[in-house]
Structures are given as C-alpha cells and as structure tokens.
C-alpha cells in the first residue's frame, strides 16, 4: 500500500489506458476497504475501553462533581500516541516530486501546509475536549448522529460534494442505524444525576459535533488544495499524506491539551485516579495505553477515507460500526436493560444497506470513469 490511488485529476486520467486506469482503481477499492476495517477496528476498541474504563472508575457510583472530571486526560489521551505512526511515516515510500515545480513553491507552500495543520490541530484538541464532556452529558448515540448532520451540511458548501439518490439513501440509513444501534456507555450519568437536554447540554452537544464535521470537510479541502498542489508527492496521493497529517496535528492538539490538562489543574487528580481504579494502577496505565493506541487506529482509517473519498463517507463509515460496537458491548459487559435486540439487528441491516449504498454510487462513478477511458481510446483508434 505505498500508494493511496484516490481520484486522479481529469488530465491524469486521460493519459493513463484502461488495463492501467482498472488496477489502479483496484488498489483503490483495496485502500477503501482496509481503511474501513481500521476505523470498525479503532471504534470497537475505543468503545470497549472506555466502559471498562469507566466501570472501573467507579463513575456511576461518583457524586455529580467528579462525574465530569477527566476530560482534559481523555482529550490528550486521543492525540498523544501519535509517536508510533512516525516509523511508518519513514517504512512507507512517497514519489518523487518534480524539483521545478518544487522549488517555485517552497515558501509559500511550506506557510500553507504549516497553517493547515496548526488550524487542524487546535480544532482537533477542542473537539477531543469537547467530545469527552459530552459523552457524560448526553451519551454516545445522539452526538454522532448530530454530527453526520452537520458533515453532510458542510460536505455540501465547503467540498462542493454532489449528492445523487444513493448517498442520500445512505444517509438516511445511517442516520437510523445509529439512532436505534448506539452502543451502551458506562460513562453516561444516571437519569437523575442530570438535567435531561437543558441548555448547557444542548450547548454541549452542538460544539463538539460541530467541531467534528468542520475539521473532516477542512481535512479534506487540505488534501486537495494544499497538500496534493504544493507537489511535494507529485500529483499522487500516497499513505504518507495520511501519516503526516495525523501525526502533525495530533502533535498541535497534544500540545494544546496538555496546556489544558496543567492549566485546569486536572493534572493534580491523576494520582487519585489512578488509586481509585478497581483493578489497580497497572490497569488504569493499560486502559489507558490501550486507548491511546486504538484512537490513533481510529484516526488513521478516519482520514484515510477522507483522501480516498470524501469527509462524508468517512463519517458514514464511522457511524456504521455503531451497531457492531453495540454487539460487542453486550457481549463484553453485563449492563442492566442491555441486549442485541430487534433494535439493534434491525440497524445492523440498516448499516449494511447504508454502505451498500454508498459504495454503490462510489462503484457507479468508477464503472463510468473506465467507459469514458474506453470510449476516447476508440475515438483515437478511429482517427
């Protein structure tokens, strides 16, 4: 996988001939699905974790104040283990960039591509804070399908995102398949712990999901406008796009967290945190390890799709793992009221059907990219 074999510009395209245009678009159909396995894989370890996490943090057991603490370490603990993806960075190749071209957009292009990613970053860090407040609020379900909402809205103004009838029909599914296969969280609060829906939790919803769908369509406007033509990579769009991006707003957002983590004296409450958990301190480090490892799985397919395809589908994918998550909470944990019932099977249909329809309006684009080919290399011949 040394190269990601996303959309081609037009003139690109038109230089290639069929047998070469169908194996890059197989590479690419293979790119989709293996970043798509690492998003399932990164949601499902993520949300295991965390509700064992919680559980053994005794926070169901906790007064109102403590029940939100803790958010400036989970929002840290979601960018700091960037460091492991820097030897992938150096394993895998990039293609060499044409030194002209290079050479006339050194300054400018290296200004772009440094305010990209501190702009990423700071989003980033505020929507990993955000989200982890959130969470105790309001739960995992309603956040993620606000935040398709909003993906979709700004696909469509900042990415100029054309919707045909099957990504519609995509998101409709999705948007249920999420709503009736959320998975369960620990960290939720009681109904009586909390103001249901008051203003402050309306507020908190919106922030993070609207921080969220900002930074995929921005990552995606930075793939095409910045980083693709500064050609650093040529005109290609390779897996170390993907691997720079991650690991230097990931290193912006850990900056910016760890200033939050100190400043709010959060920092003071790890020791306590630590001996308070159920199973020991070696687990609480393991808990959170194991954490920071799988968000960086997570992240990597996340933005992988993004190159690939769209912001949009990468959300899509995202929220589809929502029902096959909840599978794997029931049968990881014994929560009260909890089961894989008619519910959740019917939106684990709703999350197949709703790829499905994804992937075929994306099979739709590629089939048509191979007959316009076909059709001018028969009008050449003839000529």
């Keep these: ?25 197989r590479k690419w159909w293979i790119s989709v699905f293996f970043c798509g396995f690492l ?22 057991e906790s007064d109102q104040d403590r029940q939100y603490k803790g958010t400036w370490t989970q929002a840290l603990i979601q960018n700091a283990a960037f460091p492991i993806l820097i030897p992938f960075f150096f394993i895998f190749s990039s293609p060499k960039p044409n030194p002209e071209t290079v050479s006339n957009q050194t300054n400018n292009g290296w200004f772009r591509v440094l305010s990209l990613y501190v702009s990423l970053g700071v989003l980033v860090s505020v929507y990993s ?4 407040l959130a969470k105790l609020y309001v739960g995992w379900g309603i956040l993620v399908s606000t935040q398709l909402i909003l993906t979709s809205l700004f696909s469509a103004f900042i990415n100029r995102l054309k919707f045909n009838r099957w990504i519609i029909i995509s998101i409709i599914f999705t948007l249920a398949a999420d709503f009736f296969g959320s998975p369960a969280f620990a960290g939720t609060p009681d109904e009586d712990e909390t103001d ?29 406008k910045v980083l693709v033509k500064t050609k650093r990579y040529g005109n290609k769009k390779v897996f170390r796009m993907v691997l720079e991006m991650q690991i230097c707003v990931s290193f ?9 983590l100190f400043a709010s004296g959060e920092f003071k ?5 630590s001996e308070r958990f159920k199973k020991g301190k070696t687990y609480y480090i393991l808990s959170l ?17 993004v190159l690939l395809v769209s912001g949009l589908f990468a959300d ?34 709703g999350a197949v059907l709703a790829l499905a329809s994804y992937f075929y309006s994306l099979h739709k684009t590629k089939k048509k990219e191979i007959a316009e080919l076909n059709k001018r290399e028969n009008n050449n011949s003839e000529a």
Excluded at 3 to 10: I, K, L, M, N, T
Excluded at 129 to 132: D, R
Excluded at 320 to 332: E, I, K, R, W
């Design 252 to 260: 912006i957002a850990t900056l910016v967290c760890t200033v939050g």
């Design 196 to 224: 249901a829906y008051d203003i402050k939790a309306w507020l908190i919803l919106i922030f993070p999901t609207l921080a969220f769908s900002l930074s995929l369509c921005l990552m995606q406007l930075g793939f095409e």
């Design 316 to 349: 899509v994918v995202h929220m589809c793992a929502s029902p096959v998550v909840a599978l794997l909470v029931v049968l990881a944990f014994d929560f009260m009221d909890d089961d894989f019932g008619w519910q959740r099977r019917g939106a684990l249909l």
């Design 39 to 60: 998003i399932f894989a990164g949601d499902s370890l993520v949300m295991l974790l965390l509700n064992f996490f919680y559980i053994q943090d005794n926070r169901s």
């Design 1 to 25: 996988m040394e190269e990601f074999q996303g959309p081609e510009p037009r003139g690109q395209m038109m230089s290639e001939n069929p047998r070469s245009l169908e194996l890059n678009q």
């Design 289 to 305: 390890v194991g954490l920071a490892l799988s968000w960086q799985v997570w992240a990597v397919g996340l933005l992988g799709l």
């Design 129 to 132: 804070k955000l989200y982890a």
């Design 269 to 273: 409450e790890l020791k306590g945190d």
